[in-house]
């Protein structure tokens, strides 16, 4: 059996680490691509592409490849740093990622699309191309976000606060099954313990925030910092002046927002709104 590495410095690259150990453990295995798509199960080019960094693959994946390299939880641990590794980001967009996995409390307001946080992968997939990202960087991209959901879902998960202006939930996917999947995922979402998801109804009219989305978070030391997004530009808010402004324009839109229980009945008629798949 190979002997199992610790993950150490070169983790500082996770994405990078998983590649070559993925390489390394099939060439010890004396393993062709193809010989490895017989044993598993899986098309040989899902492995061709996980070894060149195009794609992760799926925790399925790499639970059957570590069962059949005998390195249990090794390739796993790895995999699921590299779903978070920041270095594929903007340099301002990776301190925030650290500073989100390091928040105990979030909370946040959408113009448009919805936060990454909630964002299924048919859903997230289709918002990053429409961006222009394709190919391995749209793949990328796409597993990173997923893998950011974790934060919501660990064993002591952050509180999240979500309000959605009601464009968010009029603007359905290309696809009306992922649409309907996604509309699930939030319902889903809004019953969680640590989850307060608000919609801010067209009614109210213009506010402070009406083209600008923005995410709070509450650190460990205390202080708040936010981020701010458009469709071109990100910026990590620092200075407290700036912040405070931001949190009194967020409370105020807050104040105009449908209660938690009312915008989950809105939820449940926008999924009523999807038409439904064919019956078979």
């Not at 061709?48 to 069962?67: F, H, I, N």
């Not at 090794?74 to 995999?79: A, P, R, S």
């Not at 997939?125 to 934060?151: Q, S």
């Not at 936010?226 to 009194?248: F, N």
Request: with cysteine; glycine share 8%.
């Amino acid at each position: 059996m190979p002997p199992r590495r610790a993950v150490t410095g070169r983790s500082q690259e996770p994405r990078q680490r998983f590649v070559e150990e993925l390489r390394l453990l099939r060439s010890q295995k004396g393993d062709s691509l193809r010989q490895l798509g017989e044993v598993l199960g899986w098309d040989w080019s899902l492995f061709g592409k996980m070894e060149s960094g195009q794609t992760l693959g799926s925790p399925e994946v790499v639970q059957a490849l570590d069962q059949h390299y005998g390195t249990p939880g090794l390739l796993l641990t790895l995999w699921e740093l590299a779903l978070a590794d920041p270095s594929q980001f903007r340099e301002q967009y990776r301190r925030y990622m650290v500073l989100e996995s390091e928040s105990v409390s979030l909370w946040h307001y959408a113009v448009g699309v919805l936060p990454g946080l909630l964002q299924t992968e048919g859903y997230a997939r289709e918002v990053l191309a429409a961006g222009g990202m394709k190919g391995a960087e749209l793949t990328r991209h796409v597993e990173a976000r997923i893998g950011r959901r974790k934060l919501l879902a660990n064993d002591d998960p952050p509180q999240f606060r979500t309000i959605l202006s009601e464009v968010v939930l009029r603007r359905p996917m290309l696809d009306a099954q992922a649409w309907r999947e996604q509309l699930e995922h939030l319902a889903e979402a809004a019953e969680w313990p640590n989850m307060t998801l608000q919609v801010l109804s067209h009614g109210p009219g213009l506010h402070a925030l009406a083209s600008t989305d923005v995410m709070f978070l509450r650190l460990l030391d205390g202080r708040t910092v936010a981020y701010t997004e458009s469709a071109l530009h990100g910026e990590l808010v620092e200075e407290t002046g700036p912040v405070e402004r931001l949190q009194r324009a967020y409370d105020a839109v807050r104040d105009l927002a449908l209660s938690p229980a009312e915008s989950r009945k809105f939820i449940g008629q926008m999924l009523e709104e999807v038409p439904c798949e064919p019956s078979t």
